[in-house]
């Protein structure tokens, strides 16, 4: 017990850890195998999921075909590409196929190729936005810590594994929120408005963007006008006609992919998978429409209470990180590399952790990195013959994900000393 006695005035047994020099060491080596990893399997990623249905999808639409309502499997097996027929046609939203069809004219691997240099590079400007963002609070060795973490997490392996859009939708929504910091709020306001063309759910964050901005009541209406203006005409140029049929079409996909698989951490897709475990997975039509609806009715619950947590300005730090652990909690589709957006949070949440920490507080945080970084599938054969039980164990991260919410909104109600607060 000697080495966990405490001399008056000494550095109590639980900090100790985070002093040395051997942590740095540690998670910086871990880092590598898991970059190291990532090099290795990426070459076997250039013809499976999701890169293989961005790229067909966008290529048809290149050809003048609505990828919504023509089936991806002709084109797929002519190039060479993975096939399944649970998504046999597009999903994306109408502005990501466009912005994919610059790689639709290279050839399928130079294409890869580019697209995983886009996300390497959205990554790095998510780690050098947290930078600046949280200059006055994160020291150097604290963002090196970051940088270790983030390429340990499984968010990010993920991210590559399956070549999606987080890691640039991430570096935007971040992007937006560094030039909000920045007094830039109609620039900021315009990236996460782009950002949702790509992506819906980065909408979720646009309320507060629009209204956080600096100026009257009258500017801030002006701006969300513009925005609006925007946001149409951004529509219009991507063709209204896609728009329709992927708010049919595409959309009746996602809704299928909603209930009944892993990997999908958000809090609507537990309440209907819970839901449908109760009719053994094959409810009738009338129930799954009831738990469809519960499923929105609890995102919609989420989203009011996240900004009634904002409806005073307190910290913007704690703010746009309770908002966006919200956006990720409330989607009806919350796959495991949409944890990427909470980079920004789980920092923020650490730091202020740090401002007063205990060993009791640690202990509680490092069982919520666990939990929200613990994104494989659950699979024994015990749980498997407890279908209840397989729900509730499936849903891990989104435990973790709750308890970030919780503690955001502990801070944000006791008041904090971020130098961002407003």
């Not at 923020?348 to 494989?376: D, Q």
């Not at 024994?380 to 397989?390: A, D, K, S, V």
């Amino acid at each position: 017990m000697i080495g966990f006695v405490n001399r008056p005035g000494s550095i109590p047994w639980w900090r100790r850890p985070a002093r040395n020099r051997l942590l740095d060491l540690g998670l910086g080596t871990l880092a590598l195998v898991c970059v190291v990893r990532i090099v290795l399997e990426l070459p076997t990623r250039v013809f499976d999921f999701d890169f293989n249905h961005s790229y067909v999808s966008s290529r048809l639409l290149l050809e003048g075909k609505n990828p919504y309502t023509i089936s991806l499997e002709p084109l797929s097996t002519k190039l060479g590409f993975a096939y399944s027929e649970k998504t046999p046609t597009a999903t994306n939203p109408p502005g990501l196929l466009w912005l994919f069809l610059p790689l639709a004219l290279l050839t399928p691997r130079v294409a890869f190729i580019v697209w995983v240099g886009v996300q390497f590079l959205s990554l790095v400007a998510i780690l050098w936005l947290i930078r600046l963002s949280l200059r006055g609070t994160l020291s150097v060795r604290g963002w090196r810590l970051v940088c270790f973490a983030t390429l340990i997490s499984e968010a990010v392996y993920w991210n590559f594994h399956f070549s999606h859009v987080e890691l640039p939708l991430a570096a935007a929504v971040i992007g937006g929120y560094v030039l909000q910091q920045r007094g830039k709020h109609a620039a900021a306001c315009l990236v996460v408005a782009a950002a949702g063309l790509l992506k819906l759910y980065p909408w979720f964050l646009l309320p507060w963007f629009l209204w956080r901005g600096g100026g009257s009541i009258v500017a801030k209406a002006q701006r969300t006008a513009a925005i609006a203006v925007f946001v149409l005409a951004g529509i219009l140029a991507t063709r209204l006609e896609l728009w329709r049929s992927f708010l049919t079409d595409g959309m009746r996909l996602i809704h299928t992919w909603s209930v009944g698989h892993t990997f999908n951490f958000s809090l609507p897709s537990f309440v209907m998978n819970l839901g449908y475990a109760r009719h053994e997975f094959s409810p009738s039509s009338e129930q799954a429409r009831c738990l469809w609806l519960a499923g929105i009715v609890v995102a919609g619950a989420v989203a009011c209470f996240a900004y009634l947590c904002c409806r005073k300005p307190r910290d913007s730090d704690i703010e746009f990180s309770l908002l966006c652990a919200a956006m990720v909690a409330a989607s009806v589709t919350a796959w495991g590399y949409y944890f990427v957006f909470l980079i920004f949070p789980v920092t923020v949440a650490a730091l202020r952790l740090a401002e007063k920490p205990s060993g009791c507080s640690i202990a509680i945080f490092g069982l919520m990195l666990f939990a929200l970084n613990n994104l494989s599938a659950w699979q024994t054969r015990f749980l498997n013959e407890h279908i209840y039980l397989l729900v509730l164990a499936h849903y891990l991260p989104l435990y973790g994900l709750i308890g970030l919410i919780g503690f955001l909104v502990y801070r944000l109600r006791a008041g904090s000393s971020s130098p961002h607060s407003s």
